[in-house]
């Protein structure tokens, strides 16, 4: 029900924009989020958006590189990844949850089939 894509090969310290598409019933009112697992390592979460984008916020590993943020007329969120490292190196999911505004902790409901993000040093 998500379309997660922009992904790619990108030197350290190069960016990427990646995009998440979804029903407009499946990002109505809903915060949506990001989430990455790396190879070997558990699901971690990256940022999150409120319904109208009032409230953002970021993993602290993310903070001040990435920046994440939606257009809910053409029903697409998008995390712009800027001074990529290699410990970025993660398949990237975007995540829509059943509440105007969720986080870290929050529940997540639907999730996207994940984009390829590899960053080489």
């Known amino acids: 029900q998500l379309q997660a894509s922009g992904g790619g090969l990108v030197q350290a310290g190069g960016s990427l924009r990646l995009s998440c598409k979804a029903s407009?019933?499946?990002?109505?009112?809903?915060?949506v989020g990001w989430f990455r697992r790396a190879p070997g390592k558990e699901r971690e979460y990256v940022a999150a958006?409120?319904?109208?984008?009032?409230?953002?916020s970021y993993a602290d590993s993310v903070k001040g590189r990435f920046t994440i943020s939606r257009d809910n007329a053409g029903n697409a969120v998008y995390l712009q990844m800027n001074s990529l490292k290699p410990e970025d190196t993660a398949v990237y999911y975007c995540?829509?949850?059943?509440?105007?505004?969720?986080?870290?902790?929050?529940?997540?409901?639907?999730w996207g089939q994940g984009t390829q993000v590899t960053v080489s040093s």
């Open positions: 995540t829509s949850a059943r509440s105007p505004y969720s986080g870290p902790s929050g529940s997540w409901h639907y």
């Open positions: 407009r019933r499946t990002f109505s009112n809903n915060a």
């Open positions: 958006i409120s319904w109208r984008g009032d409230t953002t």
